[in-house]
Each structure stands twice: as C-alpha cells, then as structure tokens.
C-alpha cells in the first residue's frame, strides 16, 4: 500500500481525507454513503452469514441488486419482524451499543393465560438460570383461547431473552414478531421485503452527516431463491 505515493511501512498512520491511498497500484475506492434499511425477516431464516447446518440465511433472501450489508443485531430462527440491515459499521455499533438504549418492541403470542401478577416480575427486572434481565414493558392484548398476546418492550438485547424470560414464569413463546427498533417500524412492510431509510430520517435519528442524500425508495421483494453466497460482512452479533 501506498499514500500520496509513498510506500508505507508502518502499521499505523493517520491517513487524511485528501491524501491519495492505492493498494497494489490501484486507488482505494471512496466509502460509500452510509445506508440503513428496514427488512421484514420471515420465520425460518437465520441471521449469520452462514449456517453450519446447511439452514438457509437472510442473505440469500435479499433482493439481488442489494449491496453488502450487516445486520444490526439479530432475530433467531423462529422470530420474525424489523431487522435492520446497513452497509456502515459505524451505524451498527451505534444501534447495537447497550449505552443508546433503543427501545425494541414485540408482538408475541404465549400458550397460557397470563395475568397481571404472572407478568410482575418481567416488569420489575427477572433472573433466568444466572442471567439478569432489566425490566420490561409489558401489556396484556388479549386473551385468544389457549394464547395471550403481548407487547413487550425491552432495551436490551439478550440472546432469546423474551423467550427465557417467559418460560421461567410459566409460559410458552409459539411466535414473536419484532415491530420496531427505537425509531425504526415494520409498518405495512410484508414479509421478505426490504426499504431504505431515507436519507434525513438517518441525519435527522443518527446524526450521520455522511448519509445518503435523499431520493425515491420503492420497497424490493425477497429474492425467491438462494444465492451463490452472502452478501454480508462480519457475522452479526445476538439481539
């Protein structure tokens, strides 16, 4: 690698925006926009840049004509709902980071009939097998037979923490639905699709003065079969 023509051979060197960078002779490309997008998971997905045991992943379901992207967090094979998706590792850490506090919220459906005494301890902070949960937003929506759904809110994002969570009170998850992320809402985004977030919407949440500027964002459908490999950078980290 060199700068403004200069080998470099240092491990460390503080690099200016004007300063010329090639590698092996060829000029680094200029970072792209920082871009963010909303993307309806289905059920059955995986969210890593690949499954060990074959499983199919997020990524082969993106659109064809998405770019590289991370995703922000993670939903597990059975969940569904808003994940966020980004090409800006800058993005990620700032949504991921426990210190930002996003609130995330859920539709979720247990077998049993929960009561408002049932539901006290998640709303005063619970304790699973060692492992500390903050307090949680929860409602009540209605009983339908043998099922009780739920909003929960929590800003934190444990490793199947609503699921754990609820199983230590007496009840059984059999679906969860993520439907926003801080400012971020599923909306009427139907499963497998994909939209961008506008570019003010990020300068405006974010601060991210680099943003994309803004420009139409039609929502693209989930690509129908697997691709030949991820579209992802590193393996995401658990939500």
Same mark, same amino acid.
């Given at each position: ?5 200069? *080998? ?49 992943? *997020? ?8 770019? $590289? ?17 980004t090409n ?15 609130? $995330? ?15 006290a301890p998640? $709303? ?37 923490? *609503? ?5 230590? *009170? ?59 490999g991820p ?6 980290? $658990?939500?």
């Amino acid at each position: 690698m060199s700068v403004n023509g200069a *080998i470099v051979e240092r491990a460390a060197l503080n690099v200016l925006p004007s300063d010329k960078v090639t590698v092996d002779g060829n000029p680094l490309a200029e970072a792209e926009d920082a871009r963010l997008w909303l993307y309806h998971k289905p059920a059955g997905l995986v969210t890593t840049t690949r499954d060990e045991q074959g499983r199919a992943t *997020i990524f082969d379901k993106l659109p064809e004509d998405m770019p $590289r992207v991370m995703s922000v967090g993670r939903l597990d094979l059975n969940s569904e709902g808003l994940l966020l998706l980004t090409n800006d590792g800058g993005i990620k850490r700032k949504l991921e980071l426990p210190s930002t506090g996003w609130l $995330r919220k859920y539709r979720v459906r247990v077998n049993g009939r929960p009561s408002e005494n049932t539901l006290a301890p998640l $709303r005063e902070g619970i304790t699973v097998e060692g492992q500390r949960y903050q307090p949680m937003q929860v409602t009540l929506d209605r009983q339908q037979g043998a099922n009780a759904w739920l909003t929960v809110g929590l800003r934190e994002g444990k490793n199947r923490e *609503i699921r754990r969570a609820m199983t230590d *009170i007496g009840l059984t998850v059999n679906r969860l639905i993520r439907v926003s992320y801080g400012p971020f809402q599923l909306g009427q985004l139907k499963e497998g699709e994909v939209q961008e977030i506008r570019g003010k919407v990020l300068r405006d949440q974010l601060g991210m003065e680099g943003a994309k500027p803004d420009r139409p964002v039609p929502v693209r459908r989930r690509n129908p079969g697997p691709k030949a490999g991820p579209k992802t950078g590193p393996k995401p980290g $658990r939500n």
